[in-house]
């Protein structure tokens, strides 16, 4: 693990347990940068750099523009680590305070970066680096969701029970896992028309995603993946031995853990659904690109199947908001309504492209998840938010919520509300963290959370575009 000097030093927060200390509020009121100094930065982009020129340039808010500074190149000040092999860019990501790459959080820590990387040619070949990277974890094994740099590293779950192999931290299956790497590749290929990166590598990790998605639609066994962990948090193992509560076959994949990392109930998990059927998609159009025309109509088939099952299995007739989307599932007509605050999450379904942010379904959906009917649904007089069971205890919303609801409104009075709520609750740090507590900002999880400093980098960026007078008003 890392020592908390170096914690200090790369994250650029001062904090005594959970709680700030002065030197932090000082820092906060007289507004300067909390990034490392440029000599310890772990990658620099001259385009991200111009973005936070142009933001402080633009922006009156000071506060804001505090913000965006420390919280927008927080991934690449202390997160990346980059190598520019001849040929073969290779880049590893960790989340923070966690030195260990998840699939998800490498894929959505880079992502705000894209819409600059035509403009920063070491950007791009850093984000390539990624891409390629996230291959090479998936064929090593397409049930973990994290993994090290190298395989001598020995993992701190390594009395799970379940098949873990060398370079490998955790191996809870989350069907996200495999469809952010996706989503990253995909949309690094629309932004630069770049296809060198697809070679045999690639395209045999989309071939073991797709046959991994299959092996958990359980049409006619549990399949090969089982976890069990010692441990008094029943959220972190899963029961029956090690595979899950079951299911009726239906055409949906089984996901064992939510993209918290939280143990499923019934293993249909509607928001993962929604995002594999998006990401087999781009992956089929990717294939078609590439001439490989059996692997893109077998990876569309199953998009179209999973996207039939959503139609026949997802929604469901709530008392007071009428047909939404339920969160897990499990073919029996077991059902839950709740929303976790993680992505995907049924309110962070546009975000994604899987829904129509007008859509009725999804606008009952997102009624019902911002209320009190949800019960990870948290609210007080300076902020509402979504959290879930992950930290352990009631009453913490997570920012990824409040980035979620304001990347996914339509009207600009919410917007505005979102990021009034997440500049009044960094509690003076000036970066987002992993959840706080509804009442008490300063009572917060993770000072180095890089995803949720990225993410919140990419709300006030993208809404610096669209609407920039909600940022000077």
């Not at 690449?76 to 959080?105: C, H, Q």
Request: hydrophobic share 35%.
């Amino acid at each position: 693990m890392m020592k908390r000097s170096d914690f200090i030093q790369k994250a650029g927060v001062l904090t005594t347990g959970l709680f700030l200390s002065k030197s932090v509020l000082a820092i906060a009121a007289d507004k300067v940068s909390n990034r490392p100094p440029l000599a310890k930065r772990n990658f620099t982009s001259k385009a991200v750099e111009d973005a936070i020129k142009d933001f402080k340039l633009n922006v009156k808010d000071q506060e804001l523009t505090w913000l965006f500074e420390n919280c927008f190149p927080n991934t690449l000040d202390t997160t990346v680590f980059f190598e520019n092999n001849p040929g073969k860019p290779d880049t590893y990501v960790i989340t923070g305070d966690i030195d260990a790459m998840w699939l998800r959080d490498s894929s959505a820590q880079v992502w705000p970066y894209l819409s600059l990387i035509k403009k920063d040619k070491k950007l791009q070949q850093m984000v390539a680096g990624v891409i390629n990277r996230q291959a090479q974890c998936i064929l090593k094994d397409p049930y973990a969701n994290a993994f090290y740099k190298d395989e001598s590293k020995v993992s701190e779950w390594k009395t799970d029970s379940t098949n873990m192999k060398p370079g490998v931290h955790e191996r809870k299956w989350e069907i996200d896992s495999l469809c952010y790497p996706i989503r990253l590749a995909y949309h690094y290929y629309k932004n630069t028309g770049d296809t060198s990166l697809f070679d045999a590598q690639w395209k045999n990790s989309i071939k073991l995603i797709l046959n991994t998605f299959i092996e958990q639609q359980r049409k006619t066994s549990r399949g090969p993946y089982h976890f069990q962990r010692n441990t008094h948090t029943p959220t972190d193992t899963l029961p029956i031995g090690g595979y899950g509560f079951p299911v009726k076959p239906t055409g949906l994949i089984c996901s064992m853990f939510r993209p918290s990392d939280d143990a499923t109930i019934y293993p249909y998990l509607i928001p993962s659904n929604f995002f594999a059927v998006v990401s087999l998609k781009q992956a089929a159009e990717i294939m078609q690109v590439l001439k490989e025309q059996q692997l893109a109509n077998n990876l569309q088939a199953l998009a179209t199947e999973v996207e039939q099952a959503l139609q026949k299995h997802a929604i469901y007739n709530h008392p007071q908001f009428g047909n939404i989307y339920a969160f897990e599932v499990d073919g029996f007509g077991n059902h839950s309504f709740m929303d976790d605050a993680n992505i995907p999450s049924l309110l962070a379904l546009p975000y994604l492209d899987a829904v129509k942010a007008t859509g009725p379904i999804y606008q009952n959906t997102r009624r019902f998840v911002l209320s009190d009917s949800n019960p990870f649904f948290y609210k007080s007089t300076i902020a509402e938010g979504i959290g879930g069971p992950h930290v352990g205890k009631p009453d913490m919303i997570w920012p990824l919520s409040i980035i979620s609801r304001g990347l996914t409104s339509t009207n600009e009075q919410e917007i505005k509300q979102c990021i009034t709520m997440l500049k009044t609750t960094h509690a003076g740090t000036g970066f987002m963290h992993e959840s706080f507590n509804k009442n008490r900002p300063e009572d917060f999880t993770r000072s180095w959370f890089a995803w949720s400093n990225t993410i919140f980098g990419e709300f006030l960026w993208k809404t610096y575009r669209q609407t920039p007078h909600l940022l000077n008003s």
